[in-house]
Each structure stands twice: as C-alpha cells, then as structure tokens.
C-alpha cells in the first residue's frame, strides 16, 4: 500500500485543539471602527476629513446612504451588518443621521 509522505507526517502528528485558531475570540478583539478608521487613514483622511468629503449635501449630517457612498468611493468596503453596526454605533440620538459630534465621538 503506498503511504506519501503527506500521510505519514499527518498521522503521526497528535491531534492539538489549541492548534485550531478561536475565531471567536479574534472576532471579538477586532473593533469595526477601528478597522474603519485605519482603511480611512490608509486613503490620506482622518475622521473630520472623511466626514466633510461624505457630506454630499454639506448639511453637515450624514446618513446612511452618503456613508456607503463615501466609503464605496474610497474602496473601505463593509458588509451590510456591519454598515448597520456602524451607523447604529454613531448615531447617539437615534435621528437617522450621524453628525459631525457623533462622528468623531466614534471614529
């Protein structure tokens, strides 16, 4: 019977449950915003700056659709709960939009 070599280091190896990563606790550590603000700064704009080039409309508040817009641009890319966390996240006064206060309180 013919054994590769894949084979026998794999069975000869013990089985380690601490070799298999806790995605759980990675996920935890993670902070979206953060990730957010690094993919932000990585594109040349801080909080105040991403905020005032998102503000379509300059009524120096944001919603939803203008911050998908404005990350979109700027290639930061987030799945739509993650979106839904973040402007959750922001929005203090549950107005349905993120002021400019929210914004940086967050970011």
Request: net charge negative.
């Amino acid at each position: 019977m013919f054994v590769s070599k894949f084979d026998q280091r794999f069975n000869n190896k013990k089985f380690n449950p601490d070799d298999i990563p806790n995605y759980d606790k990675i996920k935890a550590k993670e902070n979206p915003m953060e990730s957010v603000v690094k993919k932000l700064e990585e594109k040349g704009l801080d909080p105040k700056r991403a905020f005032y080039a998102f503000d379509e409309d300059c009524d120096e508040v944001l919603t939803v659709e203008e911050i998908k817009k404005g990350l979109k641009y700027h290639k930061v890319y987030l799945l739509d709960n993650e979106m839904r966390e973040l402007v959750r996240a922001m929005d203090d006064n549950h107005d349905g939009v993120v002021s400019i206060t929210e914004w940086e309180n967050i970011l």
